[in-house]
């Protein structure tokens, strides 16, 4: 993995290059027609954000060039030089030096600038000298700088003794050295070795994210055709036979899944004036710190989370952090703190906001989950804190009762859910009264591999994302009890509520589910001897069972959207195809659990809580 | 050519299907009936891949299936149209040989039928717009484009895309969608 450093370097290059090439082609332009104001513009311009990029860089040698060349052209533009063909041949050579110098940062090679530089320093000192004293003579200023005696330049470079060191040479020079009709051509040759110049190409390569999302999917086909070819064959072949083919194409998946992973720090390096913004509205004090901005992650994913994170640290600056005044009161320092920060851990991308603020008064989210009717009092009381301040994602469901410019507009943390959800992400909160709150985001660091467990239901084969997933158990009729509505059982000491999918699957709507035994008719059914496979999954701090007809195997499958209009059964979040090529429905955990907990049922008899 | 093109314009309010070009039709048998859509409603006529059962879709929406690598809703029209008995995904399986992909820039879905679909030119003079049909209130005939009438044939000339953004559709998913 590179460094940071090293992508800006990258990225310095690339554009420089570019600029270097721009810089060429517009010279030439201007050679032919030497009033075109629009090409010196163009230059100056180019030759001032160069500049500045190197500067930032810390490439001071191409600033300091680049420098030259800005004022040069800046004379130009205001009409103060004219340009003349021993110009420009110093130009041109001035711009490959550049170039050099430029590649130079790459290879960490060392060119010799130093003399076309003095050059153009000395033609820019009399062009001004003359247009302050005498009303200036329009005639090209050329100067003689012959000096063969350039030394090489030194590197690392320091700013003080390059800036200070060509003047120096400049003001002995100008004494020994007449300021007119010195000729050009002739001490080209010896200040330097004649520039090198091959064409130079810039390594890297600018692809619309289209076409890398072309490209996944193309791959992602590959890989289910692959895996159907294995199935067909797999009687009657020896297993080493796709051994190759296996690797080759999982070598291309992981390589173009790699190619779309970008550092977070792009995203976050923009938060710091969202958390500004958001702190001067509110009049307080925040200061935002990142860690981890090396941490890669897949380009879409960061983009489907970037609204999230936005409405995170808004959340954190307008809710969590106190007043200033608040703060004094409460012994902490004026400035809230936000760190933003992000990890790898395996192949899943954890994302912390955390603050210094308040926290979150768990006792409040749980009235006022109670008054929203989203639970009963009883299963409020039941509920840890932790588990209880989830509640914050519920739809409809806002803590700050006035509304503000920054939060509580409604919009709430739902949003942020929603946006995880849809990834195959997770959001778990860690809040302590008075010292601060955590939100802990964990997401897949790539879209295209879902891991999953396939089971069987009826005649179908369906896939559930590893992602929610906990564990796997097998119980018999007897461990199962009808409470109310509903059926429970006990998974590692905690009393879960246990669904059979079927009988949700058969359900015409969600309203039926209202009608009496609806969810015991399985049950009714059952066998006391038949061994139940039951998945059980938690989402938003809730666990539940789902009992399937089989469960079959783990796989990664490569998902695919369903296509409208049947994009519209949300317990469904996509397909995938199998080795069979019959198409596999990709469950939908979130959604589901969302109907069961949120609308239709009544929580006293499907929720529990660990 | 330019004639017809007059003619077009001198019939106001008309859609295009009034002019006296010829039309290509689909034509297949829902049914004992014969059914037509619009050549350009229809992408393609595939082997019935295996269909996937959809949980909590209504009755005639069988499931999706893969076709050349999208998934793709399949629907019975047979049942929609109370034509026949309600049946299952299975039976859908084994028993509906071939699939009209009707396309559109909406959505994509297919069209169960039992036999090759033939494609029939017809004059516009044959088709009979304004049709008056007594039929419950439950279905709604908005769908029926035009009854084309040959020498013994009958077709019933439907827009699909009718059929398809018909309420029902929409309500019946949108059951489950409600707290999502």
Same mark, same amino acid.
């Given at each position: 993995?590179?460094?940071?450093?090293?992508?800006?370097?990258?990225?310095?290059?690339?554009?420089?290059?570019?600029?270097?090439?721009?810089?060429?082609?517009?010279?030439?332009?201007?050679?032919?027609?030497?009033?075109?104001?629009?090409?010196?513009?163009?230059?100056?311009?180019?030759?001032?954000?160069? #500049?500045?990029?190197?500067?930032?860089?810390?490439?001071?040698?191409?600033?300091? =060039?680049?420098?030259?060349?800005?004022?040069?052209?800046?004379?130009?533009?205001?009409?103060?030089?004219?340009?003349?063909?021993?110009?420009?041949?110093?130009?041109?050579?001035?711009?490959?030096?550049?170039?050099?110098?430029?590649?130079?940062?790459?290879?960490?090679?060392?060119?010799?600038?130093?003399?076309?530089?003095?050059?153009?320093? *000395?033609?820019?000192?009399?062009?001004?000298?003359?247009?302050?004293?005498? &009303? !200036?003579?329009?005639?090209?200023?050329?100067?003689?700088?012959?000096?063969?005696?350039?030394?090489?330049?030194?590197?690392?470079?320091? !700013?003080?003794?390059?800036?200070?060191?060509?003047?120096?040479?400049?003001?002995?020079?100008?004494?020994?050295?007449?300021?007119?009709?010195? &000729?050009?051509?002739?001490?080209?040759?010896?200040?330097?070795?004649?520039?090198?110049? #091959?064409?130079?190409?810039?390594?890297?390569?600018?692809?619309?994210?289209?076409?890398?999302?072309?490209?996944?999917?193309?791959?992602?086909?590959?890989?289910?055709?692959?895996?159907?070819?294995?199935?067909?064959?797999?009687?009657?072949?020896?297993?080493?036979?796709?051994?190759?083919?296996?690797?080759?194409?999982?070598?291309?998946?992981?390589?173009?899944?790699?190619?779309?992973?970008?550092?977070?720090?792009?995203?976050?390096?923009? =938060?710091?004036?969202?958390?500004?913004?958001?702190?001067? $509205?509110?009049?307080?004090?925040?200061?935002?710190?990142? &860690?981890?901005?090396?941490?890669?992650?897949?380009?879409?994913?960061?983009?489907?989370?970037?609204?999230?994170?936005?409405?995170?640290?808004?959340?954190?600056?307008?809710?969590?952090?106190?007043?200033?005044?608040?703060?004094?009161?409460?012994?902490?320092?004026?400035?809230?703190?936000?760190?933003?920060?992000?990890?790898?851990?395996?192949?899943?991308?954890?994302?912390?906001?955390?603050?210094?603020?308040?926290?979150?008064?768990?006792?409040?989210?749980?009235?006022?989950?109670? &008054?929203?009717?989203?639970?009963?009092?009883?299963?409020?009381?039941?509920?840890?804190?932790?588990?209880?301040?989830?509640?914050?994602?519920?739809?409809?469901?806002?803590?700050?009762?006035?509304?503000?410019?920054?939060?509580?507009?409604?919009?709430?943390?739902?949003?942020?859910? #929603?946006? $995880?959800?849809?990834?195959?992400?997770?959001?778990?909160?860690?809040?302590?009264?008075? !010292?601060?709150?955590?939100?802990?985001?964990?997401?897949?660091?790539?879209?295209?591999? !879902?891991?999953? $467990?396939?089971?069987?239901?009826?005649?179908?084969?369906?896939?559930?994302?590893?992602?929610?997933?906990?564990?796997?158990?097998?119980? %018999?009729?007897?461990?199962?009890?009808?409470?109310?509505?509903? $059926?429970?059982?006990?998974?590692?000491?905690?009393?879960?509520?246990?669904?059979?999918?079927?009988?949700?699957?058969?359900?015409?709507?969600?309203?039926?589910?209202?009608?009496?035994?609806?969810?015991?008719?399985?049950?009714?059914?059952?066998?006391?001897?038949?061994?139940?496979?039951?998945?059980?999954?938690? %989402?938003?701090?809730?666990?539940?069972?789902?009992?399937?007809?089989?469960?079959?195997?783990?796989?990664?499958?490569?998902?695919?959207?369903?296509?409208?209009?049947?994009?519209? *059964?949300?317990?469904?979040?996509? *397909?995938?195809?199998?080795?069979?090529?019959?198409?596999?429905?990709?469950?939908? *955990?979130?959604?589901?659990?969302?109907?069961? =907990?949120?609308?239709? =049922?009544?929580?006293?008899?499907?929720?529990? %809580?660990? | 050519?330019?004639?017809?093109?007059?003619?077009?314009?001198?019939?106001?309010?008309? /859609?295009?299907?009034?002019?006296?070009?010829?039309?290509?039709?689909?034509?297949?048998?829902?049914?004992?009936?014969?059914?037509?859509?619009?050549?350009?409603?229809?992408?393609?006529?595939?082997?019935?891949?295996?269909?996937?059962?959809?949980?909590?879709?209504?009755?005639?929406?069988?499931?999706?299936?893969?076709?050349?690598?999208?998934?793709?809703?399949?629907?019975?029209?047979?049942?929609?149209?109370?034509?026949?008995?309600?049946?299952?995904?299975?039976?859908?399986?084994?028993?509906?040989?071939?699939?009209?992909?009707?396309?559109?820039?909406?959505?994509?879905?297919?069209?169960?039928? /039992?036999?090759?679909?033939?494609?029939?030119?017809?004059?516009?003079?044959?088709?009979?717009?304004?049709?008056?049909?007594?039929?419950?209130?439950?279905?709604?005939?908005?769908?029926?484009?035009?009854?084309?009438?040959?020498?013994?044939?009958?077709?019933?000339?439907?827009?699909?895309?009718?059929?398809?953004?018909?309420?029902?559709?929409?309500?019946?998913?949108?059951?489950?969608?409600?707290?999502?």
């Amino acid at each position: 993995m590179k460094s940071k450093d090293q992508e800006y370097k990258e990225i310095f290059l690339a554009e420089a290059l570019e600029n270097h090439e721009e810089l060429n082609r517009l010279l030439t332009l201007l050679e032919k027609k030497s009033d075109d104001t629009k090409s010196v513009n163009a230059i100056f311009r180019i030759t001032h954000t160069l #500049k500045g990029n190197a500067a930032g860089m810390g490439f001071q040698n191409v600033a300091d =060039f680049a420098h030259v060349l800005e004022d040069f052209f800046g004379e130009v533009r205001d009409g103060n030089l004219a340009l003349d063909d021993a110009i420009f041949t110093n130009l041109f050579k001035a711009v490959d030096v550049l170039g050099a110098l430029i590649n130079a940062i790459k290879d960490d090679g060392k060119v010799q600038f130093r003399g076309i530089k003095t050059k153009l320093e *000395v033609l820019l000192k009399s062009v001004r000298q003359e247009t302050a004293s005498t &009303k !200036k003579e329009d005639k090209p200023i050329e100067n003689k700088t012959a000096r063969s005696a350039t030394k090489p330049k030194q590197k690392p470079a320091k !700013k003080v003794s390059k800036a200070r060191r060509p003047a120096a040479d400049l003001k002995s020079e100008k004494k020994s050295v007449p300021d007119h009709h010195a &000729k050009m051509v002739e001490e080209g040759e010896n200040t330097q070795e004649a520039p090198d110049t #091959k064409m130079t190409f810039s390594d890297l390569v600018q692809v619309p994210v289209r076409k890398l999302d072309n490209l996944l999917n193309l791959v992602g086909e590959l890989v289910i055709e692959r895996d159907r070819i294995i199935a067909v064959n797999a009687g009657n072949m020896d297993s080493n036979e796709y051994a190759r083919l296996n690797r080759v194409s999982s070598d291309l998946q992981y390589s173009v899944m790699d190619v779309r992973l970008v550092q977070v720090g792009f995203l976050f390096n923009k =938060f710091h004036r969202v958390a500004r913004d958001a702190a001067s $509205l509110e009049g307080k004090k925040v200061s935002l710190n990142l &860690k981890g901005t090396d941490t890669e992650i897949d380009r879409n994913i960061l983009q489907i989370i970037s609204d999230s994170l936005i409405h995170l640290i808004r959340n954190a600056v307008g809710h969590g952090i106190e007043t200033p005044d608040e703060r004094k009161k409460a012994g902490k320092p004026e400035e809230g703190r936000i760190v933003l920060s992000a990890f790898s851990e395996s192949d899943a991308v954890i994302i912390e906001i955390k603050d210094d603020g308040t926290g979150i008064d768990a006792a409040a989210v749980r009235d006022k989950a109670i &008054k929203k009717g989203l639970i009963s009092a009883e299963d409020a009381r039941q509920m840890s804190d932790n588990d209880a301040i989830l509640m914050i994602f519920e739809p409809g469901f806002s803590t700050m009762d006035q509304v503000t410019s920054i939060s509580g507009r409604g919009v709430g943390m739902d949003v942020v859910k #929603k946006a $995880l959800d849809s990834i195959g992400g997770n959001v778990s909160v860690h809040a302590e009264l008075g !010292k601060g709150t955590t939100f802990s985001l964990r997401l897949p660091s790539s879209m295209a591999v !879902k891991g999953t $467990l396939l089971f069987e239901l009826g005649a179908e084969t369906y896939a559930i994302p590893l992602a929610y997933t906990e564990a796997v158990v097998s119980l %018999y009729k007897p461990d199962l009890h009808k409470v109310s509505n509903g $059926l429970v059982a006990t998974y590692l000491d905690k009393t879960i509520s246990v669904v059979f999918l079927q009988d949700l699957f058969a359900l015409k709507n969600w309203e039926s589910v209202y009608q009496d035994k609806v969810l015991h008719r399985s049950f009714d059914d059952l066998d006391p001897q038949k061994k139940l496979d039951i998945i059980i999954v938690s %989402y938003n701090g809730r666990t539940i069972g789902f009992v399937v007809d089989k469960l079959l195997q783990q796989k990664e499958i490569v998902e695919k959207p369903l296509m409208k209009p049947m994009d519209r *059964v949300k317990i469904i979040s996509g *397909v995938t195809i199998m080795g069979n090529g019959h198409v596999c429905l990709v469950f939908n *955990v979130a959604a589901i659990c969302n109907m069961i =907990f949120t609308k239709n =049922f009544s929580s006293k008899n499907m929720m529990s %809580y660990q | 050519m330019s004639d017809n093109t007059s003619l077009k314009m001198d019939e106001p309010n008309e /859609t295009k299907e009034q002019s006296l070009e010829t039309q290509q039709l689909i034509v297949f048998r829902q049914g004992t009936e014969e059914y037509g859509l619009h050549i350009d409603q229809i992408k393609e006529v595939v082997l019935t891949p295996n269909i996937t059962k959809m949980p909590q879709t209504p009755n005639y929406v069988k499931g999706v299936a893969n076709i050349r690598g999208n998934i793709i809703g399949i629907i019975d029209l047979e049942e929609k149209f109370g034509i026949k008995e309600a049946t299952t995904t299975d039976r859908a399986n084994k028993e509906n040989n071939y699939t009209l992909v009707v396309e559109s820039d909406e959505f994509k879905v297919g069209i169960l039928v /039992t036999e090759v679909p033939n494609t029939l030119s017809v004059s516009s003079a044959d088709m009979e717009h304004s049709i008056n049909i007594v039929h419950d209130h439950n279905v709604n005939s908005e769908y029926i484009q035009a009854i084309v009438k040959l020498k013994d044939r009958l077709i019933i000339l439907i827009d699909i895309f009718k059929v398809l953004n018909e309420q029902e559709l929409e309500t019946v998913t949108s059951n489950t969608v409600g707290a999502g």
